[in-house]
């Protein structure tokens, strides 16, 4: 099993809350895919950040297709549907995992209704749930 974990980051910040998450991941034998945001001003000065790694995890889906049974892909969106059906027409079973709870729903339905299987994050909620040292206290 190979598990890849695909994020932006903000390069040059001194502290990043997705850090702590991206060296878990790194030390529990996943493999993080990573590329800076670009950032930029807008009109009123601003400063904003614009970035996507759409194409990086198509990209990489594809290449590993071949060698694969099955792909849970983590996302609702409906762009993602095209690679749904590219690495289903090579014999690979794709679980979407995503949201139909939150409001507004997190899923496109294209790509729900592509998918060979989807799991709504609320039935992984118990499970992957962290908690922390307080009893009963979620985070």
């Not at 850090?19 to 993080?32: A, E, M």
């Not at 800076?36 to 759409?54: A, N």
């Not at 594809?62 to 099955?70: I, T, V, Y």
């Amino acid at each position: 099993m190979r598990a890849l974990y695909y994020t932006m980051i903000v390069e040059n910040q001194e502290y990043s809350g997705v850090r702590p998450l991206l060296d878990w991941l790194d030390y529990n034998s996943f493999t993080v895919v990573s590329k800076p945001v670009r950032e930029f001003s807008d009109e009123r000065g601003r400063r904003k950040f614009k970035g996507s790694m759409r194409v990086d995890l198509a990209v990489g889906a594809m290449q590993l297709s071949g060698q694969l049974d099955e792909i849970f892909l983590f996302s609702g969106e409906g762009g993602f549907t095209s690679l749904v059906q590219a690495v289903q027409r090579r014999g690979v079973r794709v679980t979407v995992v995503s949201s139909v709870a939150a409001q507004p729903t997190v899923i496109a339905d294209e790509l729900r209704r592509q998918a060979d299987d989807f799991i709504d994050l609320a039935e992984l909620q118990p499970r992957i749930e962290r908690i922390s040292g307080r009893m009963g206290e979620h985070v």
